[in-house]
């Protein structure tokens, strides 16, 4: 079953990337459409399976490496984690398939795109399945590789080929931290396999080991490598850049990207890894400040943002730092379960955003847009579930997820945990506010599209709308339906060993003693972001331009996303090319090509005519050749005898 | 009078019955006459050659020695008289249709390969040093009339000629070597040999010289540097098909007895013996490498191409232990199809009824003759030692078995080599694939059945052994046990 859920995407990738000219575009649809729609169905059979009747288990498929010391079998990890993994991403894969029928219709490579799609979401379910860390890093390469492909679909877009080069650079940052990580791994625990390794990690608590030329504490030194790499895949803060540059591609690409795939993996791989963070405080406090901190500076940024899809890219970037800190205060659980419900919420939002941006002729600026509301209503209501959710608004699904994680992080007791909760709290306000700038600005007040594109404006075909009522019913439900089970009374049968909480940690279990006013305050946060949107947009639309202008280093500052792109532009980007030119220039074309390549194959050359030239044709010299030889060859050995 | 015992002749049975046969197929060619006889007794000598395999594949691997301690059966003759049979016979086949048409059609030319191929048995089989040279004459001199079988050629002739003096200079080192050895060790059997050298602290000066001449003699046969000067010129000379037969058969046999006395009589002086094998080993190697660069003469090139073969076999040889010679063995095994291959190839290198050598013949060929060009570049690509074509393999095996035994200079001259070598095999292909069809179009269809057959064989188990190698690598590596009992 569980061979089945993963295995059919990369079958329906196959066959529409290979015989993609055969069976043509609704083949390639229907075929990729249909393997999900299966593999969503055995996803949730798993699940069942794993959650009711508890039924985990390791269902090995065959042995990849087996080189000596090293024993690497691919194996698929089934438990609570990765059958909420698994239910979660086939389900909001498929959903995305089916949009993606209305949304690229009229593309020209329609069975390649279906086809990155399916490949992106093979491996992503490789990833979350995945019982050893290689085969952790092939899904999460897998993915990067993906992404790279799917962001970069329009490759004549010369943007979009650079947002892809940029993903992919930025992720190859990460994903050196770690694959470092890895080794460091492989090094202490000499396996790489997760049972032995988490069985392992207690016992090498407070061990150290030499890395750079220091002795540092190996599991936290460790963990930090591997959380770097979940850095890059799931935009942390500092390695975040590539996210909103990834909007360049096709919109149900962000919402897969966003969602259910890739950046969720770095959440993810920090839950599987819980019984190897547990024991390394420093590394958690580091995931924690982290993940606050990313919360914090992407709303921020999000609130200046007049792209309607890096809003919700910012937004993304936002709740991941919820998901972080949550799992830097050990409620890995209440991460997991956030995951989930923002993996709805988020593919709802973005698949609406494109729904708009299907309406408005491609148009993806807000400041152009206005009025939509009476004009796509179903788009707007959808958006508003969406909205809802995200800002935390009982009884959406945001609310139950994101009260728990500030709960849980106000609980924790340590200062981080409250630096994060601090934070946290003035991110929700942040989220309410630029939320409810994007619906205020996008659906209501005066149109401010010109007459053509307003005349054009339509609501999109059932084949979308479909996928957005499903989602909606995500959003809506989600959150109460899976309180119980994720981080509720049920939590601790649900989980059973998937996750581990050492005892000194409160974890979601202190989220259960908080003063009133904890629970309270984050929704409050949010209410007054409503209201202070409501304010400044609609009943005051003058309110924005003049904050603006009275705080303009502030207003450039959020507008250009605090200069990140800068900074590494002259820091690492420029510099880089400039080494690399000098390398190319000076080093290849004159050193290793001159000394190399042209160089050698002269000599070889030339060498090659003196050699043909012994051979003149007459016998005598020949015979004069050999007995030299001889010659040679008895005094060498006499003399070598002799010596 | 007392009767002296019937020596054991079953163990040689092989050898005997092809020595019989090729007398009867003289007989039946002569009373045949010429003009119809010789397709009928190439065939018939094929078909010999076949059942010379059985008997040979029919052998146990067990150690016999018969004919007062001359002669021996184990299993490492086993496997190389097969790769011998298996390499005479395709060169028998690819000869036919060539000597028609060449007008060079003789009911001799099979007899002689059957004599020739009854020597390489008996070189393999030697265990006397008479043995050995019995063998190598027999072999050789049938050798030198095929190379100058083209009588109305000059270059045939000379070929032939060049073959003959060079070949009686490198007889008679060998003899002379031979007696020395004899004057200083006392005997000229393998085992009493190997008993006389093991209780010896250091040899004297003479049997080291010895050794030396003996070694210089082998080293002719299987043309390695520098004893090679005869190669490109017998090569381009020679018929085709004695290229052909040239390359394969004589070499492998050659290369068998060369490891056969190396590592039987004079095993205890390996460490004086390898610095000259490793010398001749990275002289051919690197002269195959350079001078083929230069030809324009594909039957050149090829000379120079088994040169540089020979080299990288030698590296297993110079490691002297049983990996080594189960890495020779591989690598003569794939030799010998990647060059019947493309020996067949250059056999098809027909155009207007002419053949022709030039490499530039080939340029286009993808276009013309897409099935020969995929052949042709899967024997370069193998014979560049590419992967996943056979020929890595032969070069992966010996470079283990040099790295195992410490040689690693050698190995890494193998390796830069044979990087050097895959710009001319390479650049074939590119001919093929890349340039304009040579002038005077495509070559002439109808090269034959069985050329075609051979050439299907070949490219199959060029492209495919390394989905299969247990066969060829099972049988190395029994045949290199038999050589290092215990």
């Keep these: 079953m569980a061979i089945l859920a993963v295995f059919l995407p990369l079958l329906g990738a196959v066959v529409a990337g290979f015989f993609g000219r055969v069976i043509g575009d609704r083949g390639a649809q229907v075929v990729t459409c249909s393997c999900l729609g299966v593999a969503a169905i055995c996803g949730l059979l798993v699940f069942n399976d794993i959650a009711v009747w508890h039924h985990t288990a390791i269902v090995p498929v065959f042995t990849w490496i087996d080189a000596g010391q090293l024993k690497i079998a691919w194996a698929l990890k089934l438990d609570a984690l990765s059958a909420v993994m698994l239910a979660m991403v086939t389900v909001v894969s498929f959903v995305i398939h089916v949009y993606s029928i209305g949304y690229m219709?009229?593309?020209?490579?329609?069975?390649?795109?279906?086809?990155?799609?399916?490949?992106?979401?093979?491996?992503?379910?490789?990833?979350?399945?995945?019982?050893?860390?290689?085969?952790?890093?092939?899904?999460w390469e897998g993915v990067g590789l993906c992404s790279y492909l799917l962001v970069g679909f329009w490759y004549d877009r010369p943007r979009a080929n650079a947002a892809a080069i940029k993903a992919f650079v930025v992720n190859r940052i990460g994903d050196f931290g770690f694959s470092v990580g890895i080794f460091a791994v492989y090094y202490l625990f000499g396996t790489l396999d997760f049972g032995p390794v988490f069985g392992g990690a207690a016992g090498m608590a407070g061990k150290t080991m030499v890395f750079l030329g220091m002795h540092v504490d190996a599991l936290t030194v460790t963990c930090i490598l591997l959380f770097i790499g979940a850095m890059g895949k799931s935009a942390q803060i500092g390695l975040h850049v590539w996210l909103p540059d990834a909007m360049e591609g096709p919109t149900p690409v962000s919402a897969l990207i966003h969602a259910a795939t890739m950046v969720t993996a770095g959440v993810f791989m920090v839950a599987r890894l819980s019984p190897m963070f547990e024991y390394a405080p420093i590394a958690l406090n580091t995931v924690t400040v982290v993940g606050g901190t990313t919360a914090l500076f992407a709303a921020t940024v999000g609130i200046a943002q007049n792209d309607i899809k890096r809003v919700i890219a910012y937004s993304t970037c936002s709740q991941l730092g919820y998901m972080f800190?949550?799992?830097?205060?050990?409620?890995?659980?209440?991460?997991?379960?956030?995951?989930?419900?923002?993996?709805?919420?988020?593919?709802?939002l973005f698949l609406?955003?494109?729904?708009?941006?299907?309406?408005?002729?491609?148009?993806?600026?807000?400041?152009?847009?206005?009025?939509?509301?009476?004009l796509i209503p179903i788009t707007y209501v959808v958006m508003w579930i969406g909205s809802l959710a995200l800002a935390g608004i009982p009884p959406f699904a945001g609310y139950f997820s994101k009260d728990m994680i500030l709960e849980a992080a106000y609980a924790s007791g340590s200062e981080v945990g409250e630096y994060a909760f601090v934070l946290g709290c003035f991110a929700a306000f942040l989220t309410a506010l630029y939320s409810w700038r994007l619906l205020f600005l996008t659906f209501h007040g005066e149109p401010r599209a010109d007459h053509e594109t307003l005349h054009h404006v339509h609501e999109s075909p059932k084949v979308m709308l479909i996928p957005l009522y499903v989602l909606s019913a995500g959003a809506l439900v989600m959150g109460a339906l899976g309180y119980h089970w994720l981080v509720g009374a049920g939590a601790k049968e649900f989980w059973g060993n998937a996750i581990v909480v050492l005892p000194q940690h409160a974890g979601i279990a202190g989220a259960e003693r908080v003063p009133v006013w904890v629970s309270t305050l984050p929704l409050v946060a949010g209410l007054i972001g409503i209201a202070v949107a409501w304010y400044a947009y609609i009943r005051r639309p003058s309110v924005p331009g003049e904050t603006a202008r009275a705080f303009e280093p502030i207003y450039l500052f959020l507008l250009n996303k605090w200069y990140f792109d800068e900074i590494y532009n002259f820091i690492f980007v420029r510099p880089a090319f400039w080494v690399a030119r000098l390398l190319w220039r000076r080093g290849d074309g004159t050193v290793i090509d001159g000394f190399g390549p042209d160089g050698v194959s002269e000599v070889t050359g030339d060498l090659s005519v003196r050699a043909s030239r012994l051979q003149s044709g007459y016998v005598f010299q020949y015979a004069f050749a050999m007995v030299i030889g001889v010659a040679i060859f008895v005094s060498w050995f006499l003399f070598w005898r002799s010596t | 009078m007392p009767i002296a015992p019937l020596p054991n002749l079953l163990a040689a049975l092989p050898e005997i019955f092809l020595a019989v046969a090729a007398m009867a197929l003289l007989i039946l060619g002569v009373f045949q006459g010429e003009a119809r006889a010789a397709k009928e007794v190439s065939w018939l000598s094929v078909v010999v050659l076949v059942v010379a395999i059985f008997m040979v594949g029919a052998q146990n691997g067990v150690r016999h020695v018969t004919l007062a301690g001359m002669f021996i059966t184990d299993g490492y003759s086993i496997f190389a008289k097969i790769l011998v049979l298996i390499g005479s016979a395709f060169s028998l086949i690819l000869s036919i249709r060539y000597n028609e048409r060449e007008n060079i059609s003789r009911f001799e030319f099979p007899v002689l390969v059957l004599l020739s191929t009854t020597g390489m048995l008996m070189m393999i089989s030697a265990n006397d040093l008479l043995a050995l040279y019995l063998g190598l004459e027999l072999q050789s001199l049938a050798l030198y009339i095929v190379a100058s079988f083209d009588r109305d050629s000059a270059r045939s002739s000379e070929a032939g000629l060049k073959y003959f003096v060079l070949g009686a200079l490198a007889s008679g080192m060998m003899l002379f070597g031979i007696s020395m050895i004899y004057g200083f060790a006392g005997s000229?059997?393998?085992?009493?040999?190997?008993?006389?050298?093991?209780?010896?602290?250091?040899?004297?000066?003479?049997?080291?010289?010895?050794?030396?001449?003996?070694?210089?003699?082998?080293?002719?046969?299987?043309?390695?540097?520098?004893?090679?000067?005869?190669?490109?010129?017998?090569?381009?000379?020679?018929?085709?098909?004695?290229?052909?037969?040239?390359?394969?058969?004589?070499?492998?046999?050659?290369?068998?007895?060369?490891?056969?006395?190396?590592?039987?009589?004079?095993?205890?002086?390996?460490?004086?013996?390898?610095?000259?094998?490793?010398?001749?080993?990275?002289?051919?190697?690197?002269?195959?490498?350079?001078a083929a660069i230069n030809q324009r003469n594909i039957k050149r090139l090829m000379a120079y191409s088994s040169i540089g073969h020979m080299g990288y076999a030698l590296i297993g040889l110079a490691a002297g232990n049983a990996i080594g010679v189960r890495g020779v063995l591989i690598y003569l095994a794939i030799y010998l199809f990647m060059n019947v291959g493309t020996f067949a190839v250059i056999l098809s290198m027909r155009r207007g009824g002419k053949m022709v050598?030039?490499?530039?013949?080939?340029?286009?060929?993808?276009r013309t003759q897409p099935a020969m060009a995929l052949?042709?570049?899967?024997?370069?690509?193998?014979?560049?030692?590419?992967?996943?074509?056979?020929?890595f393999f032969a070069k992966l095996y010996v470079f283990m078995a040099a790295i195992d035994s410490g040689l690693n200079v050698l190995a890494v001259i193998g390796v830069v080599t044979s990087v050097v070598s895959a710009y001319y095999y390479v650049r074939i292909v590119k001919l093929m694939y890349f340039d304009e069809p040579a002038a005077g179009g495509a070559f002439d269809r109808h090269i034959g059945v069985e050329v075609n057959a051979v050439l299907m064989v070949a490219s199959i188990i060029i492209m495919f052994f390394f989905l299969y190698p247990a066969p060829v690598v099972a049988g190395a590596e029994a045949a290199s046990a038999a050589l290092f009992p215990g």
């Design chain 2, 357 to 366: 050598e030039g490499i530039e013949d080939l340029a286009g060929l993808s």
């Design chain 2, 375 to 391: 052949a042709l570049g899967i024997f370069m690509f193998s014979l560049a030692g590419i992967p996943p074509m056979a020929g």
């Design chain 2, 188 to 290: 000229t059997g393998f085992d009493t040999l190997a008993a006389h050298l093991g209780g010896q602290a250091t040899p004297s000066a003479g049997l080291v010289v010895g050794i030396v001449f003996l070694i210089v003699g082998m080293a002719f046969k299987i043309s390695a540097v520098p004893f090679h000067m005869w190669t490109p010129d017998v090569y381009e000379g020679a018929p085709t098909p004695v290229t052909a037969f040239f390359s394969v058969a004589p070499k492998i046999a050659a290369m068998a007895l060369f490891v056969r006395v190396m590592v039987g009589p004079f095993h205890t002086l390996l460490f004086e013996w390898r610095q000259v094998i490793w010398a001749i080993a990275v002289a051919s190697m690197i002269l195959g490498a350079l």
């Design chain 1, 105 to 139: 219709a009229g593309d020209p490579s329609i069975p390649r795109f279906m086809s990155y799609l399916s490949l992106f979401t093979f491996f992503m379910l490789m990833l979350v399945t995945s019982s050893n860390f290689v085969q952790l890093f092939f899904g």
């Design chain 1, 352 to 374: 609406s955003a494109g729904s708009v941006i299907h309406a408005m002729s491609g148009e993806q600026d807000m400041r152009k847009m206005g009025g939509l509301g009476r």
């Design chain 1, 325 to 348: 800190f949550a799992a830097g205060v050990s409620a890995y659980q209440a991460s997991i379960f956030h995951l989930m419900t923002h993996a709805f919420f988020k593919a709802l």
